[in-house]
């Protein structure tokens, strides 16, 4: 959809010229089940954006409709808040009363969200459209806040209003993505770095078109694994506040008082934080052959150690290891199916693509889809 047609089913629903904000979606190379650890990621935001039409009223009311669900929801900012209704209008409806909690004078407005980000797809749609709708009704409003408050408020809306517990990778990288980088985040002090990441290569994202009924308890399961690590090696290492201040030699010194299960948890997520700081340096050195095997060893630890991964998802990163031009892969987001990201030479991503369709169809009976990503920059006004 181009912007002025998006401006032209605006004025179907609304009158006035609208400005049109918009926000990435994201994808994560390396740096999996660290967040929550304190550790380092490393999202890219791609080019599929969550797009939103605004314009302002006069009053305090807001009315958002999505194209997608073909539906209006309306809120007034000037009443007492309501509780979110496990509705997609929790997110971007959220992030306006958190805007509002925090001292920010929104004003009312009517807005279309245009999204082309797909859901669910461990791609976050939801962080697109929570940093699209807040960028936007801050700039309507004449409100200025910094991008770290931004992310952070529409985190909060997620954590709280939608009720969904998720780190703040997700919104960072929407506000502070960078066309043709990657960018490292230090998840316990918020620094990043941004890491140039080479033009013939693209990032594919295959999703598995599964998620398994499992993916939510067992997340948990690990959380509570990795405290449970935290709490015993803190016993013996007294500067131990999180994995984040562990090394994989620790975890081997203590094996056996943490226990099998426990163990192969902290072993993971302290050598994937390592994996990320080496995969930083070797997008330093435009080694995409020792960042690729990096999201190999990923994907290994994922599926033996940390156990998160699935027979649909090691499948398809089997399919991908021989092809031509591939350079890594490897299961992308909390697991028990879902997405892996592959980082594919451009002249190899058609093959790729067929290959791996086929491949998939051909081993699971069923159907991939698969979403040739480039990088982009974080959220902006586009119009
Ligand atoms: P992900 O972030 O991985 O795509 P989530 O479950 O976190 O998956 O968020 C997806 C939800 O966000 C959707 O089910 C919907 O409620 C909401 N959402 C995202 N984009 C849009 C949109 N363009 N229009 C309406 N709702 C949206
Ligand atoms: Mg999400």
């Given at each position: 959809m181009t912007l002025e047609e998006l401006t032209a089913a605006f004025q179907k629903l609304y009158k006035g010229q609208p400005r049109i904000y918009r926000a990435p979606g994201r994808v994560n190379l390396i740096g999996e089940h660290t967040d929550y650890n304190e550790g380092f990621v490393m999202p890219a935001a791609i080019n599929f954006s969550?797009?939103?039409?605004?314009?302002?009223?006069?009053?305090?009311?807001?009315?958002?409709?999505?194209?997608i669900f073909k539906e209006e929801a309306e809120i007034d900012l000037a009443q007492d808040a309501t509780p979110g209704r496990k509705h997609w209008s929790d997110y971007p409806l959220g992030v306006a009363i958190k805007l509002k909690e925090a001292g920010h004078n929104i004003s009312g407005a009517?807005?279309?969200?245009?999204?082309?980000?797909?859901f669910g797809s461990g791609l976050s749609s939801s962080a697109a459209i929570e940093v699209s709708t807040g960028l936007a009704l801050l700039d309507i409003s004449g409100v200025k806040i910094d991008r770290l408050?931004?992310?952070?408020?529409?985190?909060?809306?997620?954590?709280?209003?939608?009720?969904?517990?998720?780190?703040?990778?997700?919104?960072?990288?929407?506000?502070?993505?960078?066309?043709?980088?990657?960018?490292?985040?230090?998840?316990?002090?918020?620094?990043?770095?941004?890491?140039?990441?080479?033009?013939d290569v693209k990032l594919v994202v295959c999703n598995t078109m599964v998620k398994h009924e499992l993916a939510s308890s067992e997340y948990n399961a690990r959380r509570e694994q990795c405290e449970e690590g935290v709490r015993i090696l803190s016993q013996h290492l007294p500067k131990v506040n999180s994995l984040r201040d562990v090394t994989p030699n620790d975890v081997e010194r203590f094996r056996a008082e943490l226990g099998e299960v426990v163990?192969?948890?902290?072993?993971?997520?302290?050598?994937?934080?390592?994996?990320?700081?080496?995969?930083?340096?070797?997008?330093?050195?435009?080694d995409l052959k020792t960042f690729g095997k990096l999201m190999y060893e990923s994907h290994q630890s994922l599926r033996d150690d940390y156990e998160v991964s699935y027979k649909e998802l090691d499948v398809m990163v089997d399919l991908a290891k021989p092809i031509e031009g591939v350079f890594g892969a490897r299961?992308?987001?909390?697991?028990?199916?879902?997405?892996?990201?592959?980082?594919v030479s451009v002249d190899a991503v058609d093959e790729f693509t067929q290959t791996i369709k086929n491949g998939y169809a051909e081993a699971t009976g069923k159907h991939a889809e698969v979403y040739v990503c480039s990088t982009a920059d974080g959220a902006e006004r586009v119009q």
């Open positions: 969550t797009f939103v039409a605004i314009t302002k009223r006069d009053d305090q009311v807001l009315k958002i409709h999505s194209d009517n807005l279309l969200v245009h999204g082309e980000v797909p408050k931004l992310a952070k408020i529409c985190q909060k809306a997620e954590n709280e209003f939608v009720g969904a517990r998720t780190g703040l990778m997700d919104q960072f990288i929407a506000c502070f993505g960078k066309a043709d980088h990657a960018v490292m985040l230090d998840c316990r002090s918020l620094e990043s770095r941004a890491l140039p990441l080479p033009d163990f192969k948890r902290c072993l993971h997520v302290t050598a994937e934080n390592y994996r990320v700081l080496k995969a930083a340096d070797a997008l330093r050195d435009r299961m992308t987001g909390g697991g028990f199916g879902g997405c892996t990201i592959n980082l």
